[in-house]
């Protein structure tokens, strides 16, 4: 179980493989905050393919901004007895927080079910310790461990399996599925662009402005779109001002999750801060280049494949040549 945001959700994908390959006739159901449920559905089981049995979507973003209103805890009851509807033998909690602890607890369970989640905090990730006290498993995972690790170590402990470690390369979504995503639709994309994601939840984690403009110039002269999505009022305003300075460049209309998929896909190579988008680019194994400016490379680097590119660390982003480098690698590959 991982609710949010969308970077940990993506990193969580790979259990769903693991289970399926020692469990492959297990019930496997996944609660998740409703704005991430399209992360969830290329997995759905369909036939001649196991993957998800049910998504039971969860709106507790929603229902915190209108707790007093009547439908709200309709939605709430209705969430409960779709949960409950299944019994469960095991529940693996990977977030370490009291709202994914709380699910735990609504949910129907055996006798014996075990309830596995995090004993402890991992270095940079959120962590509230009132959740070990819903776990009848408690799992020790390293101080530093990457997110798709970490998930498996609770995994491996709840099943009492042996540690699955990086010789079996995590995977995502169905090959079938990534090679059939559609050429996107969003107007304004122009062949071939190279995606920035240049807004993150977090300044400090933010790429320079001037390095930006200087690498989607260099980029330009070569004969690619650059293009700057964004998400709201704020970071719209930043891609209008790079943009504004780069030949060519982009500024495509606000997309969905939903969409993303096709943008992704269909870029000639995406660059971007952390963030889960980026990190979108990297689990469909797209030419990536992760650009971590004050956030460990450790904990959520694209490691499995070649056609991923991670550059910086805690405070030590990585220098325009640096990223203009590794971009044209990828480019040059693809």
């Not at 901004?65 to 299944?86: C, G, Y």
């Not at 999750?257 to 943008?263: G, L, R, T, Y």
């Not at 991670?310 to 040549?321: A, E, K, R, V, W």
Request: charged letters at 20%.
């Amino acid at each position: 179980m991982k609710l949010s945001s969308l970077g940990d959700v993506l990193h969580n994908l790979p259990i769903v493989w693991d289970l399926r390959a020692r469990l492959p006739d297990a019930q496997i159901d996944w609660v998740v905050e409703e704005g991430y449920v399209h992360l969830l559905e290329p997995l759905l089981t369909k036939p001649g393919f196991k993957g998800i049995d049910r998504i039971i979507p969860f709106g507790l973003r929603r229902w915190k901004k209108r707790i007093f209103e009547v439908s709200t805890w309709k939605q709430f009851f209705a969430f409960k007895n779709q949960l409950q509807a299944v019994q469960y033998d095991y529940l693996i909690e990977t977030q370490g927080l009291l709202k994914s602890a709380m699910v735990c607890s609504l949910a129907k369970k055996s006798p014996h079910a075990v309830i596995a989640g995090l004993a402890n905090a991992t270095e940079y990730s959120g962590y509230e310790p009132i959740a070990r006290s819903f776990y009848n498993q408690c799992v020790q995972v390293p101080f530093q461990c990457h997110a798709v690790d970490r998930s498996r170590w609770v995994m491996s402990s709840a099943l009492d399996w042996p540690l699955l470690h990086r010789s079996v390369a995590p995977q995502f979504y169905p090959q079938e599925f990534v090679d059939g995503i559609p050429q996107s639709a969003v107007q304004g994309l122009k062949s071939p662009y190279v995606l920035c994601f240049h807004s993150t939840a977090r300044e400090a984690k933010r790429w320079g402005n001037d390095q930006w403009i200087a690498l989607g110039k260099n980029l330009s002269t070569r004969g690619y779109h650059v293009a700057f999505p964004w998400g709201n009022s704020a970071e719209r305003a930043v891609s209008e001002l790079l943009a504004s300075q780069i030949p060519g460049a982009l500024v495509p209309p606000a997309f969905s999750i939903e969409d993303a998929f096709s943008v992704i896909a269909s870029a000639a190579l995406t660059i971007g801060v952390d963030t889960g988008l980026t990190h979108l680019a990297a689990v469909l194994d797209r030419p990536t280049v992760e650009i971590y400016c004050d956030s460990p490379q450790w904990k959520t680097e694209g490691y499995w494949s070649d056609r991923i590119a991670n550059l910086g660390d805690m405070q030590s982003p990585p220098s325009t040549q640096e990223v203009l480098d590794a971009s044209l690698k990828l480019l040059q590959q693809a």
